[in-house]
């Protein structure tokens, strides 16, 4: 039995037998429908250890998972026969469906805006969403949120605790609760993408079926009439242009490539043709997203034109007034670099002061070797390669040992 | 953390006709700076650049033209920005285009009122 296989299809079926258990049958315990799907896994990995993955692992996964929540139902009602009989009558009737690939569609994106609830905090919408629709474990959602897991295990928990309690989801929302729940919806997709982008956890670096996946449901978001389209036309945007360069990340075992160690040449033309339209259809009204100028931002790095690195700074400059990161505050350190002048990005990167994130050491060796400071830029890679984490990671610093010491 | 308003005092120059270019030029300088700031996380709010027309009403209801009541030096701007200390925020102003054309900045702690 093939156990990358395996788990591609747990992951990406996780979310949809949740998704499809929790509203079709209206359930409120999502705990139930997790251990459903987790049952339904276990069963798998039992019976196909035997006789390998089924020709069609997806429907055997739904066919188990609808009958354990059927049987659940079942010995639930016994149970209450027996013991409160004055309530049992016909209280749970289930309708036997079939689980098609239309309901999980329409589910998916449904379930992602019940869960993002302005009844929960913002966070809490997050986790849950991230947890339940997309199949994050815990770890993937604390690097995600830049949090620590002791919380987000406290959230989700509390988070469900909040939807059991009110004993129902509101499945049937109005047009004004669509609407009014779209940005976090956005954010969402948006994490789900950087998560399949980054993929901070895997050491399998790439994990392109994330992407897809959060492409499809932005751009069946944006089929919907009654969003206003250009805030979810500036992520497709962004997508598109990130997208475009995840062949030419790649490079063998060593994890992915920084841009500008890029195979142009790789780039994905379509995508890029694709960013730009939905780019144009974004600028349409006032609106001014992070989505927008980061899309923007994407957009410049396919450009070779003069004053390419300004414009890029000058969006780096202009999200900076609207969030912090440090990711933020790096790239824009190093288009500084790019745009003004080596000495400056580096006085600039000084006063940063991220110190024990290796992705900032980098970037200080980076400028150092820019400006053929052979020590410091070897005093920072050791330094670099203290911090990192990850095999590749490290793996990728140390070829930029070897460069510097030749 | 604690907030604190920066503002930029310059003296206007009625002879001094920017050209496109020096327009863009101090608006990229600024944006720079401002730029800067926020990559070390610590600009809590943008503000406004302001024009230079203004009129000032006086105690006894009148109104006077310019944006400037005694002095001959006007606002030209705010930023907000944190830092734990007003030196720590004064150091901040290092740099600010409003410096290099004889201007000033001025930084103010800004006052926390309990919720009554």
């Given at each position: 039995m093939d156990n990358k296989q395996l788990s591609v299809i747990f992951k990406s079926e996780y979310s949809n037998l949740i998704a499809v258990l929790s509203n079709y049958y209206r359930l409120t315990d999502l705990q139930l429908a997790e251990d459903i799907v987790s049952d339904t896994f276990l069963r798998a990995m039992k019976a196909w250890s035997h006789k390998g993955i089924p020709k069609f692992p997806k429907a055997w996964l739904r066919k188990v998972a609808q009958n354990l929540l059927n049987e659940h139902y079942r010995r639930k009602k016994i149970y209450e026969e027996k013991i409160t009989p004055e309530?049992?009558?016909?209280?749970?009737?289930?309708?036997?469906?079939e689980i098609t690939d239309k309901i999980i569609e329409d589910s998916q994106l449904e379930m992602i805006f019940v869960l993002c609830d302005p009844q929960l905090n913002r966070e809490s919408q997050l986790c849950?969403?991230?947890?339940?629709?997309?199949?994050?474990?815990?770890?993937?959602?604390?690097?995600?949120?830049?949090?620590?897991?002791?919380?987000?295990?406290?959230?989700?928990?509390?988070?469900?605790?909040?939807?059991?309690?009110?004993?129902?989801?509101?499945?049937?929302?109005?047009?004004?609760?669509?609407?009014?729940?779209?940005?976090?919806?956005?954010?969402v997709i948006y994490l789900m993408f950087n998560e399949g982008y980054y993929s901070s956890v895997n050491e399998e670096n790439i994990r392109h079926e994330i992407c897809w996946e959060a492409m499809?449901?932005?751009?069946?978001?944006?089929?919907?009439?009654?969003?206003?389209?250009?805030?979810?036309?500036?992520?497709?945007?962004?997508?598109?242009?990130?997208?475009?360069?995840?062949d030419a990340r790649k490079s063998g075992e060593k994890g992915y490539l920084l841009y500008h160690e890029q195979d142009k040449r790789k780039w994905n033309k379509d995508l890029i043709q694709k960013g730009r339209k939905y780019l144009n259809l974004s600028a349409a009204g006032n609106v001014i997203t992070k989505y927008h100028l980061e899309a923007a931002i994407a957009y410049w790095h396919t450009e070779e034109t003069k004053g390419k690195w300004n414009n890029i700074l000058q969006l780096y400059n202009k999200l900076l007034t609207i969030e912090y990161s440090p990711i933020i505050a790096m790239n824009r350190t190093y288009a500084l670099a790019q745009a003004n002048s080596i000495e400056e990005a580096i006085q600039e990167a000084h006063k940063l002061e991220l110190k024990d994130n290796h992705h900032y050491f980098c970037l200080l060796a980076?400028?150092?070797?820019?400006?053929?400071?052979?020590?410091?830029?070897?005093?920072?890679?050791?330094?670099?390669?203290?911090?990192?984490?990850?095999?590749?990671?490290?793996?990728?610093?140390?070829?930029?040992f070897k460069k510097a010491s030749r | 953390?604690?907030?604190?308003?920066m503002l930029f005092h310059s003296e206007p120059d009625p002879n001094f006709n920017p050209t496109p270019d020096q327009i863009q030029e101090e608006v990229k300088a600024w944006q720079d700076w401002i730029g800067g700031i926020g990559a070390q996380g610590k600009l809590k709010n943008p503000g406004e650049a302001l024009g230079f027309e203004g009129k000032t009403m006086h105690a006894d209801g009148s109104v006077t033209d310019g944006p400037y009541a005694e002095i001959k030096e006007i606002v030209g701007g705010f930023i907000v920005v944190s830092?734990?200390?007003?030196?720590?925020?004064t150091q901040l102003a290092k740099g600010c285009?409003?410096?290099s054309s004889g201007g000033k900045v001025e930084v103010r702690d800004i006052m926390i009122f309990d919720e009554l």
């Amino acid at each position: 039995m093939d156990n990358k296989q395996l788990s591609v299809i747990f992951k990406s079926e996780y979310s949809n037998l949740i998704a499809v258990l929790s509203n079709y049958y209206r359930l409120t315990d999502l705990q139930l429908a997790e251990d459903i799907v987790s049952d339904t896994f276990l069963r798998a990995m039992k019976a196909w250890s035997h006789k390998g993955i089924p020709k069609f692992p997806k429907a055997w996964l739904r066919k188990v998972a609808q009958n354990l929540l059927n049987e659940h139902y079942r010995r639930k009602k016994i149970y209450e026969e027996k013991i409160t009989p004055e309530l049992s009558a016909g209280n749970q009737q289930i309708d036997v469906i079939e689980i098609t690939d239309k309901i999980i569609e329409d589910s998916q994106l449904e379930m992602i805006f019940v869960l993002c609830d302005p009844q929960l905090n913002r966070e809490s919408q997050l986790c849950i969403a991230l947890r339940i629709l997309c199949g994050f474990t815990i770890e993937e959602i604390t690097k995600a949120l830049l949090s620590n897991k002791e919380t987000i295990h406290k959230k989700i928990y509390r988070a469900k605790k909040a939807i059991k309690e009110r004993n129902r989801f509101e499945t049937n929302l109005t047009s004004n609760q669509y609407v009014s729940r779209l940005d976090n919806v956005l954010r969402v997709i948006y994490l789900m993408f950087n998560e399949g982008y980054y993929s901070s956890v895997n050491e399998e670096n790439i994990r392109h079926e994330i992407c897809w996946e959060a492409m499809r449901l932005c751009i069946f978001l944006s089929e919907q009439k009654i969003f206003p389209k250009q805030k979810i036309y500036a992520l497709i945007a962004l997508m598109c242009f990130h997208a475009s360069r995840l062949d030419a990340r790649k490079s063998g075992e060593k994890g992915y490539l920084l841009y500008h160690e890029q195979d142009k040449r790789k780039w994905n033309k379509d995508l890029i043709q694709k960013g730009r339209k939905y780019l144009n259809l974004s600028a349409a009204g006032n609106v001014i997203t992070k989505y927008h100028l980061e899309a923007a931002i994407a957009y410049w790095h396919t450009e070779e034109t003069k004053g390419k690195w300004n414009n890029i700074l000058q969006l780096y400059n202009k999200l900076l007034t609207i969030e912090y990161s440090p990711i933020i505050a790096m790239n824009r350190t190093y288009a500084l670099a790019q745009a003004n002048s080596i000495e400056e990005a580096i006085q600039e990167a000084h006063k940063l002061e991220l110190k024990d994130n290796h992705h900032y050491f980098c970037l200080l060796a980076e400028l150092y070797r820019m400006n053929n400071n052979i020590d410091k830029e070897i005093e920072y890679l050791n330094k670099a390669i203290e911090f990192a984490n990850k095999e590749n990671e490290k793996e990728l610093i140390k070829s930029k040992f070897k460069k510097a010491s030749r | 953390m604690k907030n604190f308003m920066m503002l930029f005092h310059s003296e206007p120059d009625p002879n001094f006709n920017p050209t496109p270019d020096q327009i863009q030029e101090e608006v990229k300088a600024w944006q720079d700076w401002i730029g800067g700031i926020g990559a070390q996380g610590k600009l809590k709010n943008p503000g406004e650049a302001l024009g230079f027309e203004g009129k000032t009403m006086h105690a006894d209801g009148s109104v006077t033209d310019g944006p400037y009541a005694e002095i001959k030096e006007i606002v030209g701007g705010f930023i907000v920005v944190s830092a734990d200390s007003i030196e720590e925020a004064t150091q901040l102003a290092k740099g600010c285009p409003a410096l290099s054309s004889g201007g000033k900045v001025e930084v103010r702690d800004i006052m926390i009122f309990d919720e009554l």
